[in-house]
DNA sequence: CCAAAAGTGTTTCACGTACACCCATGC
DNA sequence: GCATGGGTGTACGTGAAACACTTTTGG
């Protein structure tokens, strides 16, 4: 107890809506609480936020250490500050919500000593907290900017088939596609780069893969190129 | 210097992004600083956000306090919180932006002792803090959003003519609009109420008046539409 | 009567949408 | 050979964009 200020201060934490894509299944990673309030509960991996960290680095740094999850596109949410958002005192926490390529993910959000795990969107727990209310912020956003901003293939594999890319759609916005004007629609922006590879494992025809061109993405939008699905 | 805790805390403060629209010129309000750091520099108004107070509550306190506007249009815009954005001590800034009805605050910002006054958004003074940073992203937000939700009327007095409105957008959008394709496309959304008032004091044909109807905007809203300019 | 801005329709083109069949592959 | 999904083109309608002149009013 040695850090003294002339006036109370607020505690910030930072909390974050991890969302992965399962074939046609969005989901959400959370993590069971180990201590009060809400001990049991599942919650919003994240924590404190250090004195001498950014933001941005403290949500990395809980992501890490709750979840295991690492090297994941990461943006920030909103910033939450009700009074009583939290029973033990004043904290405010800004939330920020990651894309994170399930494959690549599965195991190790498992492995750790905390109990973690992928719940589907429709169908999570009661959660501690508001954040109830951060994750339908984050899902809102999400559902909101994917339609304007290649968020998309963050959830996908580096290599991706078109029906992949479309469920991907259909599932964050919640309706069907038509498949012939989608392929269409994406083929025509040029940002997919066909390759020569094909899905396998498959007990049909196996559909070509394609891989996401960052570097032309960025290149068209300086042109003012607005990618839009 | 009385309250303890176990681990040294960030400080919490609040800066706002004041915009108005003086004809064809978007204004953002600004202060000058009277305390150190950046003494005598214009900055973002803002300050420290109370313990017992929520952050938009503390937003607006701020404004009233420091530049007397009231009953504005307040949105969360980002928070900024790298490590040395405030040379004092750790200080993680929520900003937010707001739209005014310029013809209802300009006197008001300058009634107040503290100094405030009304910069072109594109001749602005150099601001201390990270405060070049944020207004930069409020004014790309501002940009962003306008086209998709009808923020523009807030910066308009109640009742306005199209020349205002189509002005305002060629303003904030930075482009010119044609009149007529602007006016069907805005008529043909059914939002705008058509007064049986014209606007006075012009050596000219008068301009018929009309005013944005809030109620309708909602109740469309829910039934799907999207507000598009 | 002159200056200044208000107000008003039509044509053209691009793009979104709807829609159905054959093909390749694995089992 | 059959089940499964991969892959492909066209017709239609809606909405965006381009474009110029007459009317009203105040001075």
Redesign the interface.
Known sequence: ????????????TVDCVVFGLDEDDLKVLLIRRDMEPFAGRWALPGG?????????TAAMRELVEETGVQNVYLE?L??F???ERDPRE?V?S?AYYALVKLSDHRVQAATDAREAAWFSIDDTPSLGFDHQNILATAHERLRGKVRYQPLGFELLPEKFTLRQLQQLYETILDRMLDKRNFRKKILGMGLLKELDEVETEVAHRAARLYRFDKRKYERLTKQGFNFEI
Chains 1, 2 share one sequence.
């Open positions: 107890m040695s850090y003294k200020y002339e006036y109370p201060r607020a505690a910030l404190f936020v250090h004195v001498d960290e950014t933001l941005e920030q909103y910033t500050g009700d009074v004043r405010v800004v």
